[in-house]
Protein backbone atom coordinates (compact mmCIF):
# COMPACT_ATOMS: atom_id res chain seq x y z
CA UNK A 1 0.00 0.00 0.00
CA UNK A 2 1.32 3.24 -0.87
CA UNK A 3 2.71 5.16 2.55
CA UNK A 4 0.47 7.36 4.48
CA UNK A 5 -1.78 8.19 1.79
CA UNK A 6 -3.94 5.31 2.33
CA UNK A 7 -3.16 4.14 5.58
CA UNK A 8 -5.88 5.40 7.89
CA UNK A 9 -8.73 4.07 5.48
CA UNK A 10 -7.64 0.50 6.99
CA UNK A 11 -7.57 -1.22 10.24
CA UNK A 12 -4.35 -1.75 11.46
CA UNK A 13 -2.40 -3.95 12.05
CA UNK A 14 -2.26 -6.03 8.48
CA UNK A 15 -1.70 -9.78 9.25
CA UNK A 16 -2.00 -10.54 5.66
CA UNK A 17 -2.08 -9.48 2.09
CA UNK A 18 -5.93 -8.59 2.62
CA UNK A 19 -7.26 -5.14 3.53
CA UNK A 20 -9.60 -4.70 6.59
CA UNK A 21 -11.06 -1.11 5.19
CA UNK A 22 -13.03 1.54 7.70
CA UNK A 23 -16.00 3.30 6.45
CA UNK A 24 -15.77 7.10 5.86
CA UNK A 25 -18.56 8.82 8.14
CA UNK A 26 -17.81 12.48 6.73
CA UNK A 27 -15.48 13.57 8.91
CA UNK A 28 -13.15 10.42 10.01
CA UNK A 29 -12.36 6.87 9.19
CA UNK A 30 -14.31 4.74 11.31
CA UNK A 31 -14.62 1.11 12.45
CA UNK A 32 -18.61 0.23 12.80
CA UNK A 33 -20.69 -0.10 16.12
CA UNK A 34 -22.29 -2.88 14.32
CA UNK A 35 -19.15 -5.03 14.68
CA UNK A 36 -20.22 -6.51 11.20
CA UNK A 37 -17.94 -6.99 7.78
CA UNK A 38 -18.48 -8.58 5.08
CA UNK A 39 -16.15 -9.95 3.04
CA UNK A 40 -14.79 -9.06 -0.47
CA UNK A 41 -13.36 -12.06 -2.68
CA UNK A 42 -11.28 -12.06 -5.60
CA UNK A 43 -13.17 -13.82 -8.74
CA UNK A 44 -9.65 -14.61 -10.33
CA UNK A 45 -8.43 -16.83 -7.65
CA UNK A 46 -11.27 -16.44 -4.61
CA UNK A 47 -8.68 -15.15 -2.18
CA UNK A 48 -9.45 -12.71 0.37
CA UNK A 49 -9.32 -9.01 -1.06
CA UNK A 50 -10.41 -7.65 2.40
CA UNK A 51 -13.49 -6.86 4.41
CA UNK A 52 -15.73 -3.71 4.39
CA UNK A 53 -17.70 -2.47 7.49
CA UNK A 54 -21.64 -2.89 7.63
CA UNK A 55 -22.62 0.00 9.15
CA UNK A 56 -25.33 1.16 11.27
CA UNK A 57 -28.81 3.00 10.36
CA UNK A 58 -27.83 4.87 13.05
CA UNK A 59 -23.86 5.66 11.78
CA UNK A 60 -26.18 6.22 8.38
CA UNK A 61 -28.29 9.07 10.00
CA UNK A 62 -25.00 10.35 11.38
CA UNK A 63 -23.45 10.65 8.46
CA UNK A 64 -26.67 12.17 6.69
CA UNK A 65 -26.70 15.03 9.19
CA UNK A 66 -23.22 15.96 8.83
CA UNK A 67 -24.23 15.97 4.80
CA UNK A 68 -26.91 18.20 5.43
CA UNK A 69 -25.47 20.44 7.95
CA UNK A 70 -22.60 20.69 5.36
CA UNK A 71 -24.16 21.12 2.00
CA UNK A 72 -25.39 24.81 2.24
CA UNK A 73 -21.93 25.78 2.63
CA UNK A 74 -20.41 23.56 0.03
CA UNK A 75 -22.90 24.99 -2.15
CA UNK A 76 -21.96 28.41 -1.84
CA UNK A 77 -17.89 27.70 -1.92
CA UNK A 78 -17.01 29.63 -5.15
CA UNK A 79 -17.08 27.52 -7.96
CA UNK A 80 -13.46 27.67 -8.72
CA UNK A 81 -12.39 26.08 -5.18
CA UNK A 82 -14.79 23.19 -5.80
CA UNK A 83 -12.64 22.52 -8.94
CA UNK A 84 -9.29 22.81 -7.65
CA UNK A 85 -10.47 19.54 -5.68
CA UNK A 86 -11.94 17.68 -8.22
CA UNK A 87 -8.70 18.52 -10.25
CA UNK A 88 -6.81 17.63 -7.43
CA UNK A 89 -8.49 14.48 -6.91
CA UNK A 90 -8.14 13.33 -10.18
CA UNK A 91 -4.30 14.15 -9.83
CA UNK A 92 -3.78 11.47 -6.88
CA UNK A 93 -5.42 8.73 -9.08
CA UNK A 94 -3.22 9.23 -11.81
CA UNK A 95 -0.04 9.19 -8.67
CA UNK A 96 -1.55 5.74 -7.29
CA UNK A 97 -2.43 4.44 -10.77
CA UNK A 98 -0.43 1.46 -10.53
CA UNK A 99 -1.41 0.45 -6.77
CA UNK A 100 -5.24 1.03 -8.06
CA UNK A 101 -4.76 -0.93 -11.12
CA UNK A 102 -3.35 -3.75 -9.17
CA UNK A 103 -5.88 -3.38 -6.55
CA UNK A 104 -8.68 -3.13 -9.25
CA UNK A 105 -7.52 -6.44 -10.82
CA UNK A 106 -7.72 -8.55 -7.87
CA UNK A 107 -11.32 -7.16 -6.67
CA UNK A 108 -13.08 -7.72 -9.55
CA UNK A 109 -11.46 -10.08 -12.21
CA UNK A 110 -10.16 -7.43 -14.86
CA UNK A 111 -7.33 -8.00 -17.13
CA UNK A 112 -4.47 -5.22 -16.76
CA UNK A 113 -4.99 -3.44 -19.49
CA UNK A 114 -8.73 -2.86 -18.66
CA UNK A 115 -8.17 -2.68 -15.10
CA UNK A 116 -5.86 0.28 -16.09
CA UNK A 117 -7.85 2.09 -18.52
CA UNK A 118 -10.68 2.09 -15.81
CA UNK A 119 -8.24 4.14 -14.01
CA UNK A 120 -6.88 6.37 -16.12
CA UNK A 121 -10.25 7.50 -17.90
CA UNK A 122 -11.57 8.14 -14.26
CA UNK A 123 -9.27 10.54 -13.83
CA UNK A 124 -9.52 11.94 -17.12
CA UNK A 125 -13.49 11.65 -16.45
CA UNK A 126 -13.02 13.90 -13.34
CA UNK A 127 -10.83 16.47 -15.27
CA UNK A 128 -13.33 16.53 -18.27
CA UNK A 129 -15.88 17.41 -15.41
CA UNK A 130 -14.01 20.11 -13.76
CA UNK A 131 -13.59 21.60 -16.62
CA UNK A 132 -17.11 21.67 -18.06
CA UNK A 133 -18.47 22.84 -14.87
CA UNK A 134 -17.09 26.28 -15.04
CA UNK A 135 -19.72 26.45 -18.45
CA UNK A 136 -22.45 25.87 -16.70
CA UNK A 137 -24.74 28.80 -16.45
CA UNK A 138 -27.70 30.50 -15.78
CA UNK A 139 -30.36 32.95 -17.83
CA UNK A 140 -32.47 35.63 -17.72
CA UNK A 141 -35.53 36.45 -19.31
CA UNK A 142 -38.02 39.02 -20.25
CA UNK A 143 -41.44 38.71 -19.79
CA UNK A 144 -42.90 40.82 -22.68
CA UNK A 145 -41.57 37.42 -25.06
CA UNK A 146 -45.07 35.72 -23.61
CA UNK A 147 -48.66 37.73 -25.22
CA UNK A 148 -50.09 39.56 -22.83
CA UNK A 149 -47.57 40.71 -20.97
CA UNK A 150 -45.28 43.98 -20.67
CA UNK A 151 -41.57 44.25 -19.54
CA UNK A 152 -42.89 44.20 -15.89
CA UNK A 153 -41.35 41.42 -14.71
CA UNK A 154 -37.66 39.56 -15.30
CA UNK A 155 -36.58 36.13 -14.57
CA UNK A 156 -33.11 35.41 -13.35
CA UNK A 157 -32.51 31.78 -13.48
CA UNK A 158 -29.67 30.37 -12.14
CA UNK A 159 -29.10 26.36 -11.09
CA UNK A 160 -29.24 25.80 -7.84
CA UNK A 161 -27.83 22.11 -6.13
CA UNK A 162 -30.18 19.61 -5.68
CA UNK A 163 -28.96 18.74 -1.71
CA UNK A 164 -27.51 15.64 -0.53
CA UNK A 165 -27.43 13.40 -3.30
CA UNK A 166 -26.94 9.29 -2.90
CA UNK A 167 -24.26 8.05 -5.50
CA UNK A 168 -24.98 4.09 -5.84
CA UNK A 169 -22.12 2.39 -7.95
CA UNK A 170 -21.86 -1.12 -9.54
CA UNK A 171 -19.31 -4.11 -9.18
CA UNK A 172 -18.29 -4.21 -12.64
CA UNK A 173 -16.95 -0.54 -12.95
CA UNK A 174 -17.01 0.82 -9.50
CA UNK A 175 -14.49 3.47 -9.84
CA UNK A 176 -15.59 4.83 -13.00
CA UNK A 177 -19.29 4.53 -12.62
CA UNK A 178 -18.79 5.79 -8.81
CA UNK A 179 -16.27 9.37 -10.14
CA UNK A 180 -19.51 9.88 -12.62
CA UNK A 181 -21.61 10.52 -10.26
CA UNK A 182 -19.71 11.93 -7.52
CA UNK A 183 -17.25 14.52 -9.18
CA UNK A 184 -20.42 16.29 -11.04
CA UNK A 185 -22.45 16.10 -7.76
CA UNK A 186 -19.61 17.92 -5.60
CA UNK A 187 -18.74 20.16 -8.39
CA UNK A 188 -22.78 21.81 -8.83
CA UNK A 189 -22.79 21.80 -5.07
CA UNK A 190 -24.29 19.11 -3.35
CA UNK A 191 -23.05 16.96 -0.76
CA UNK A 192 -22.13 13.55 -1.56
CA UNK A 193 -23.09 10.06 0.57
CA UNK A 194 -21.54 7.44 -1.48
CA UNK A 195 -22.31 3.81 -1.07
CA UNK A 196 -20.09 1.67 -2.99
CA UNK A 197 -20.65 -1.73 -4.15
CA UNK A 198 -19.52 -4.71 -2.12
CA UNK A 199 -17.65 -6.33 -4.66
CA UNK A 200 -16.08 -3.33 -5.61
CA UNK A 201 -16.16 -1.51 -2.23
CA UNK A 202 -12.70 -1.76 -1.48
CA UNK A 203 -11.26 0.11 -4.40
CA UNK A 204 -14.82 2.09 -3.73
CA UNK A 205 -13.10 3.36 -0.42
CA UNK A 206 -9.70 4.49 -2.40
CA UNK A 207 -11.54 6.73 -3.84
CA UNK A 208 -13.32 8.28 -1.31
CA UNK A 209 -9.94 9.22 0.07
CA UNK A 210 -8.82 10.66 -2.68
CA UNK A 211 -11.54 13.39 -2.64
CA UNK A 212 -11.18 13.43 1.37
CA UNK A 213 -7.36 14.13 0.43
CA UNK A 214 -7.77 16.59 -2.09
CA UNK A 215 -9.62 18.93 0.14
CA UNK A 216 -13.35 18.18 0.61
CA UNK A 217 -14.74 19.59 3.43
CA UNK A 218 -16.07 17.73 6.85
CA UNK A 219 -19.33 16.41 5.94
CA UNK A 220 -19.50 17.20 1.87
CA UNK A 221 -18.71 13.09 1.31
CA UNK A 222 -19.26 10.06 3.39
CA UNK A 223 -18.91 6.43 2.36
CA UNK A 224 -21.04 4.57 4.29
CA UNK A 225 -20.51 0.42 3.29
CA UNK A 226 -22.70 -2.49 3.49
CA UNK A 227 -25.09 -4.75 1.21
CA UNK A 228 -28.58 -3.60 -0.04
CA UNK A 229 -30.27 -5.73 2.11
CA UNK A 230 -28.61 -4.09 5.34
CA UNK A 231 -28.59 -0.31 4.11
CA UNK A 232 -29.73 0.11 0.40
CA UNK A 233 -33.58 0.57 1.49
CA UNK A 234 -32.82 2.04 4.42
CA UNK A 235 -30.60 4.79 2.02
CA UNK A 236 -32.87 5.37 -0.71
CA UNK A 237 -36.09 5.84 1.20
CA UNK A 238 -33.86 8.56 3.62
CA UNK A 239 -36.01 12.14 4.34
CA UNK A 240 -32.56 13.67 4.47
CA UNK A 241 -31.57 12.39 0.67
CA UNK A 242 -32.66 14.64 -1.72
CA UNK A 243 -31.41 12.58 -5.10
CA UNK A 244 -30.50 9.09 -6.12
CA UNK A 245 -28.03 8.58 -8.85
CA UNK A 246 -27.76 4.41 -9.13
CA UNK A 247 -25.82 2.03 -11.84
CA UNK A 248 -27.16 -1.45 -11.77
CA UNK A 249 -29.44 -3.76 -13.08
CA UNK A 250 -32.90 -3.22 -13.96
CA UNK A 251 -35.05 -4.70 -11.33
CA UNK A 252 -32.91 -2.83 -8.33
CA UNK A 253 -33.46 0.08 -10.01
CA UNK A 254 -37.46 -0.64 -10.36
CA UNK A 255 -36.89 -1.67 -6.52
CA UNK A 256 -35.22 1.39 -5.85
CA UNK A 257 -37.88 4.09 -7.45
CA UNK A 258 -40.80 2.36 -5.76
CA UNK A 259 -38.66 3.48 -2.72
CA UNK A 260 -37.56 7.02 -3.33
CA UNK A 261 -41.21 9.01 -4.70
CA UNK A 262 -40.99 12.49 -5.54
CA UNK A 263 -36.74 12.40 -5.65
CA UNK A 264 -35.14 13.42 -8.74
CA UNK A 265 -33.48 10.43 -10.03
CA UNK A 266 -30.30 9.40 -12.68
CA UNK A 267 -30.76 5.72 -13.32
CA UNK A 268 -28.35 3.83 -15.68
CA UNK A 269 -29.74 -0.05 -15.58
CA UNK A 270 -29.65 -2.76 -17.57
CA UNK A 271 -29.11 -3.02 -21.27
CA UNK A 272 -29.79 -6.28 -23.23
CA UNK A 273 -28.52 -4.86 -26.66
CA UNK A 274 -29.16 -5.85 -29.38
CA UNK A 275 -27.58 -5.65 -33.13
CA UNK A 276 -29.10 -5.88 -37.07
CA UNK A 277 -26.85 -7.12 -39.54
CA UNK A 278 -27.98 -6.05 -43.08
CA UNK A 279 -27.23 -7.84 -45.85
CA UNK A 280 -24.51 -5.45 -47.07
CA UNK A 281 -22.77 -5.13 -44.01
CA UNK A 282 -19.08 -5.79 -43.99
CA UNK A 283 -19.01 -8.97 -42.40
CA UNK A 284 -15.06 -7.88 -41.14
CA UNK A 285 -16.09 -5.43 -39.08
CA UNK A 286 -19.45 -6.68 -37.91
CA UNK A 287 -18.37 -9.68 -36.54
CA UNK A 288 -15.47 -7.62 -35.05
CA UNK A 289 -17.17 -5.30 -33.17
CA UNK A 290 -20.37 -7.85 -32.60
CA UNK A 291 -17.02 -9.94 -30.15
CA UNK A 292 -15.82 -7.33 -28.87
CA UNK A 293 -18.88 -5.81 -28.10
CA UNK A 294 -19.99 -9.66 -26.63
CA UNK A 295 -16.82 -10.57 -24.41
CA UNK A 296 -15.20 -7.67 -23.26
CA UNK A 297 -14.86 -8.14 -19.79
CA UNK A 298 -16.61 -11.47 -19.74
CA UNK A 299 -19.93 -9.82 -21.16
CA UNK A 300 -20.29 -7.93 -17.62
CA UNK A 301 -21.31 -4.55 -19.33
CA UNK A 302 -24.59 -2.56 -19.56
CA UNK A 303 -23.47 -2.12 -23.09
CA UNK A 304 -22.22 -5.33 -24.27
CA UNK A 305 -24.51 -7.40 -27.41
CA UNK A 306 -26.21 -10.03 -26.30
CA UNK A 307 -28.13 -10.73 -29.27
CA UNK A 308 -27.61 -11.21 -33.04
CA UNK A 309 -31.11 -10.10 -35.60
CA UNK A 310 -30.67 -11.16 -39.00
CA UNK A 311 -32.12 -12.76 -41.89
CA UNK A 312 -31.14 -16.49 -43.14
CA UNK A 313 -29.16 -15.69 -45.33
CA UNK A 314 -27.31 -13.58 -43.77
CA UNK A 315 -27.18 -15.37 -40.52
CA UNK A 316 -25.07 -18.37 -42.58
CA UNK A 317 -22.59 -15.11 -43.48
CA UNK A 318 -22.24 -13.72 -39.62
CA UNK A 319 -22.01 -16.49 -37.58
CA UNK A 320 -18.90 -18.33 -39.11
CA UNK A 321 -17.25 -14.71 -39.40
CA UNK A 322 -17.64 -14.49 -35.49
CA UNK A 323 -16.73 -17.91 -34.74
CA UNK A 324 -13.15 -17.22 -36.60
CA UNK A 325 -12.62 -13.61 -35.08
CA UNK A 326 -13.66 -15.60 -31.61
CA UNK A 327 -10.23 -17.33 -32.29
CA UNK A 328 -8.07 -14.57 -33.70
CA UNK A 329 -9.34 -12.15 -30.31
CA UNK A 330 -10.40 -14.15 -27.15
CA UNK A 331 -8.07 -16.24 -25.03
CA UNK A 332 -10.37 -17.50 -21.88
CA UNK A 333 -8.80 -18.77 -18.38
CA UNK A 334 -7.11 -16.54 -15.57
CA UNK A 335 -7.80 -12.81 -15.91
CA UNK A 336 -3.95 -11.84 -14.13
CA UNK A 337 -2.40 -14.14 -16.92
CA UNK A 338 -0.37 -11.03 -19.41
CA UNK A 339 -1.88 -13.02 -22.32
CA UNK A 340 -5.71 -12.75 -21.65
CA UNK A 341 -6.61 -10.70 -24.44
CA UNK A 342 -10.49 -10.40 -23.18
CA UNK A 343 -12.58 -13.16 -21.26
CA UNK A 344 -11.86 -13.37 -17.79
CA UNK A 345 -13.57 -14.75 -14.73
CA UNK A 346 -17.29 -13.50 -13.91
CA UNK A 347 -18.16 -11.69 -10.63
CA UNK A 348 -18.29 -15.14 -8.67
CA UNK A 349 -18.19 -18.84 -9.22
CA UNK A 350 -22.54 -18.18 -8.00
CA UNK A 351 -23.38 -16.16 -10.70
CA UNK A 352 -21.02 -17.78 -13.09
CA UNK A 353 -23.23 -21.57 -12.56
CA UNK A 354 -26.32 -18.97 -12.70
CA UNK A 355 -25.32 -17.80 -16.35
CA UNK A 356 -24.68 -21.56 -17.24
CA UNK A 357 -27.88 -22.74 -16.27
CA UNK A 358 -29.67 -20.33 -18.59
CA UNK A 359 -27.25 -21.52 -20.94
CA UNK A 360 -28.57 -25.21 -21.00
CA UNK A 361 -32.07 -24.07 -20.47
CA UNK A 362 -32.06 -22.55 -23.44
CA UNK A 363 -30.49 -25.49 -24.96
CA UNK A 364 -33.29 -27.62 -23.63
CA UNK A 365 -35.53 -25.21 -25.64
CA UNK A 366 -34.20 -25.91 -28.63
CA UNK A 367 -31.28 -23.60 -29.08
CA UNK A 368 -28.15 -24.73 -30.10
CA UNK A 369 -24.89 -24.40 -28.29
CA UNK A 370 -22.31 -23.60 -31.30
CA UNK A 371 -19.35 -23.10 -28.62
CA UNK A 372 -18.66 -22.73 -24.89
CA UNK A 373 -21.74 -23.19 -22.17
CA UNK A 374 -19.23 -24.76 -19.75
CA UNK A 375 -17.47 -23.19 -16.82
CA UNK A 376 -14.54 -23.78 -14.88
CA UNK A 377 -14.31 -21.65 -11.35
CA UNK A 378 -15.65 -18.34 -11.78
CA UNK A 379 -14.45 -18.57 -16.06
CA UNK A 380 -17.52 -19.07 -18.45
CA UNK A 381 -16.55 -19.69 -21.72
CA UNK A 382 -16.89 -17.56 -24.01
CA UNK A 383 -20.79 -18.76 -25.40
CA UNK A 384 -22.38 -18.87 -29.10
CA UNK A 385 -25.82 -20.15 -29.14
CA UNK A 386 -28.10 -20.05 -32.09
CA UNK A 387 -31.79 -21.48 -33.32
CA UNK A 388 -33.00 -19.20 -30.05
CA UNK A 389 -36.32 -17.14 -30.03
CA UNK A 390 -37.31 -13.97 -28.35
CA UNK A 391 -38.79 -15.72 -25.60
CA UNK A 392 -36.17 -17.72 -24.25
CA UNK A 393 -34.53 -16.02 -21.04
CA UNK A 394 -31.39 -15.94 -22.76
CA UNK A 395 -32.97 -13.30 -24.87
CA UNK A 396 -35.69 -12.04 -23.15
CA UNK A 397 -33.46 -10.77 -19.68
CA UNK A 398 -29.47 -9.47 -19.23
CA UNK A 399 -27.54 -12.63 -18.73
CA UNK A 400 -23.98 -10.59 -17.23
CA UNK A 401 -21.66 -12.95 -19.04
CA UNK A 402 -20.03 -14.12 -22.19
CA UNK A 403 -23.13 -15.19 -24.16
CA UNK A 404 -24.06 -14.10 -27.20
CA UNK A 405 -27.57 -15.49 -29.27
CA UNK A 406 -28.08 -15.60 -32.73
CA UNK A 407 -32.05 -14.90 -33.77
CA UNK A 408 -33.53 -14.93 -37.34
CA UNK A 409 -35.89 -13.14 -38.26
CA UNK A 410 -37.66 -13.05 -41.86
CA UNK A 411 -36.88 -9.51 -42.38
CA UNK A 412 -35.66 -5.81 -40.54
CA UNK A 413 -39.28 -5.14 -39.75
CA UNK A 414 -39.14 -8.12 -37.28
CA UNK A 415 -35.91 -7.52 -36.12
CA UNK A 416 -37.24 -3.80 -35.44
CA UNK A 417 -40.32 -5.48 -33.77
CA UNK A 418 -38.67 -7.94 -31.69
CA UNK A 419 -36.54 -4.87 -30.03
CA UNK A 420 -39.16 -2.71 -29.62
CA UNK A 421 -41.12 -4.93 -27.92
CA UNK A 422 -38.18 -5.47 -25.04
CA UNK A 423 -38.48 -4.06 -22.24
CA UNK A 424 -34.74 -2.53 -22.26
CA UNK A 425 -33.95 0.05 -24.57
CA UNK A 426 -29.89 1.38 -23.55
CA UNK A 427 -28.43 0.58 -26.73
CA UNK A 428 -28.55 -1.29 -30.39
CA UNK A 429 -25.88 -1.33 -33.11
CA UNK A 430 -26.68 -1.47 -37.18
CA UNK A 431 -24.53 -2.91 -39.10
CA UNK A 432 -25.08 -1.82 -43.01
CA UNK A 433 -22.50 -0.39 -45.98
CA UNK A 434 -25.44 2.18 -46.92
CA UNK A 435 -25.46 4.67 -43.63
CA UNK A 436 -28.36 6.41 -45.13
CA UNK A 437 -30.45 2.81 -44.93
CA UNK A 438 -28.22 2.89 -41.30
CA UNK A 439 -30.16 6.11 -40.07
CA UNK A 440 -33.55 5.22 -41.20
CA UNK A 441 -33.37 1.81 -39.27
CA UNK A 442 -32.18 3.44 -35.98
CA UNK A 443 -34.71 5.71 -36.41
CA UNK A 444 -37.34 2.99 -35.69
CA UNK A 445 -35.08 1.63 -32.97
CA UNK A 446 -37.10 2.53 -29.10
CA UNK A 447 -33.62 2.72 -27.61
CA UNK A 448 -31.49 5.62 -26.05
CA UNK A 449 -28.58 5.12 -28.27
CA UNK A 450 -27.98 3.57 -31.64
CA UNK A 451 -24.51 2.32 -32.95
CA UNK A 452 -24.28 2.67 -36.73
CA UNK A 453 -21.40 0.31 -37.58
CA UNK A 454 -20.14 -0.25 -33.97
CA UNK A 455 -20.94 -2.01 -30.76
CA UNK A 456 -22.50 -0.23 -28.31
CA UNK A 457 -20.43 1.88 -25.85
CA UNK A 458 -20.80 4.32 -23.18
CA UNK A 459 -18.74 7.02 -24.80
CA UNK A 460 -16.88 9.36 -25.53
CA UNK A 461 -18.08 10.57 -22.09
CA UNK A 462 -19.35 13.98 -22.97
CA UNK A 463 -21.64 12.37 -25.65
CA UNK A 464 -25.33 11.75 -24.18
CA UNK A 465 -25.53 8.65 -22.52
CA UNK A 466 -29.23 6.94 -21.80
CA UNK A 467 -31.68 4.58 -21.45
CA UNK A 468 -35.03 4.26 -21.64
CA UNK A 469 -38.00 1.80 -20.58
CA UNK A 470 -36.14 -0.13 -17.97
CA UNK A 471 -33.05 0.72 -19.24
CA UNK A 472 -33.02 4.18 -17.66
CA UNK A 473 -34.00 7.43 -16.37
CA UNK A 474 -32.27 10.79 -16.71
CA UNK A 475 -29.45 11.58 -19.06
CA UNK A 476 -25.42 11.25 -18.28
CA UNK A 477 -22.49 12.94 -20.21
CA UNK A 478 -20.16 15.53 -18.89
CA UNK A 479 -22.67 18.19 -19.50
CA UNK A 480 -26.22 16.41 -18.71
CA UNK A 481 -24.98 14.94 -15.68
CA UNK A 482 -23.92 18.35 -14.24
CA UNK A 483 -26.91 19.67 -15.38
CA UNK A 484 -29.04 16.65 -13.78
CA UNK A 485 -27.04 17.45 -10.48
CA UNK A 486 -28.95 20.50 -9.76
CA UNK A 487 -31.92 22.32 -10.59
CA UNK A 488 -32.95 25.50 -11.80
CA UNK A 489 -34.70 28.20 -9.22
CA UNK A 490 -36.20 31.14 -11.34
CA UNK A 491 -36.03 34.13 -9.35
CA UNK A 492 -38.55 36.82 -10.71
CA UNK A 493 -38.47 40.60 -10.50
CA UNK A 494 -41.19 42.67 -10.72
CA UNK A 495 -40.59 45.91 -11.76
CA UNK A 496 -42.51 48.34 -10.23
CA UNK A 497 -45.02 50.02 -12.97
Known amino acids: MPADFFNDITVQPHTDSSLACK ?59 RVKI ?33 ILRTADLMDYFAD ?38 PFNYPINLAASKIAPALLMGNAVVFKPPTQGGIIGVHLTQAFVKAGVPEGVISCLTGGGAEIGEYLVSHPMVDMVAFTGSSETGVAIASKAPMKPLLFECGGNNPSIVLPDADMMLTAREIVKGSFSYAGQRCTA ?96 GPVLSFVTVKDTAEAVSIINGSTYGLQASVFTKDEGTGLVVAGTLNTGTVQINGSPQRGPDHFPFLGIKHSGVGVQGVRYSLEAMSRLRPIVINKPS
Not at 40 to 62: R, Y
Not at 132 to 161: H, M, V
Not at 315 to 322: G, H, L, Q
Request: hydrophobic residues 40%; aromatic residues 4%; proline residues 4%.
Open 305 to 400: IKYVLATPEVMEKVIPTVEKTMDELIHEGDSRSPETKMVGPVVSEKVAQEIVDVIEEARIQGGVVLRGGTRKGAVVSATLLSNVTPSMRVVSCEIF
Open 132 to 169: EAQSIKGETLDSDNFPGFDKGRIALIERAAQGVVLCIA
Open 23 to 81: YFDGKAWQVSRSGKTVSVMSPADASLVGTLQIVTHEEIDEALLKAKKAQIAWEHTPLHA
Open 86 to 118: VHLASDWIRQFEEYLTALLMREVGKTHDDAKSE
